[in-house]
């Protein structure tokens, strides 16, 4: 497959009006970001999870009278240092695409700490009709260490921190944000010509004058 075609097309659908890129190269984001985060952030990653549940009423306890509080938010994923810090990450194809609510209810995770975080999921988990997608996600918890087999918080309530990751960064950012001209970078120092990931630092660094 040629990869140079394949990240060009990616580069002219990506400006169309309705096209949505993010959910098109996530995946690939996601695969590289344990050990991008590790070099960003200087300490090794033992985890990562996709699409971590945040519960409304969780972050908001005035909603828990509702009958939405066990809806939740969305953290695209979810990294555990070897620190035991608990990294959560958003993920944006556009800088435009950063919204001030979004960065509200991560800033309320923090505060609310990876405790009352996990024992969010683990209500949601009870109630969801989902019950295998979340004995999943419930498992990769357990085989982080972050529950017990009794479906309890197992201690590890080091602090959050929020990452983006997105094209620039803008003066009004606030937290810790990893560029993609700085991905672009990292891509090709750590695999130099290989085609695929040379296409894709390419369209990263396109993508990072969005």
């Known amino acids: 497959m040629n990869w140079t075609d394949y990240f060009s097309m990616m ?4 400006e169309l009006p309705a096209y949505r890129a993010e959910p098109r190269i996530d995946s690939l984001i996601g695969f590289y970001l344990p050990d991008m985060l590790a070099d960003f952030c200087g300490e090794k ?7 971590l549940p945040l519960r409304l009423g969780t972050l908001k306890p005035d909603l828990n009278e509702k009958t ?5 938010y969305k953290v ?26 979004q960065d ?18 683990l209500r949601i988990a009870s109630v969801s009709s989902y019950k295998k997608k979340y004995g999943h996600l419930l498992a990769k918890l357990l085989g982080l260490g972050l529950i017990y087999r009794d479906d309890r918080f ?7 921190e929020i990452v983006y990751v997105q094209p620039r960064r803008k003066e009004d950012d606030h937290g810790r944000v990893i ?11 750590r695999f ?16 990072a004058m969005d």
């Open 11 to 14: 580069e002219d659908w990506k």
């Open 45 to 51: 990653m033992t985890g990562i999870i996709p699409e």
């Open 68 to 72: 939405y509080a066990d809806k939740s």
């Open 76 to 101: 695209d994923f979810y990294l555990l240092g070897a620190s035991g810090t608990h990294y959560f990450v958003e993920f944006k194809t556009d800088s435009g695409s950063r919204r001030d609510a």
């Open 104 to 121: 509200a209810y991560l800033d309320e995770a923090k505060q609310a700490g990876m405790a009352a975080v996990v024992n969010g999921i």
């Open 154 to 160: 197992a201690g590890k309530a080091g602090t959050i």
């Open 179 to 189: 560029d993609f001209l700085w991905v672009s970078k990292w891509l090709t120092d």
């Open 192 to 207: 130099g010509q290989s085609d695929f990931e040379a296409a894709l630092a390419k369209a990263l660094a396109h993508w």
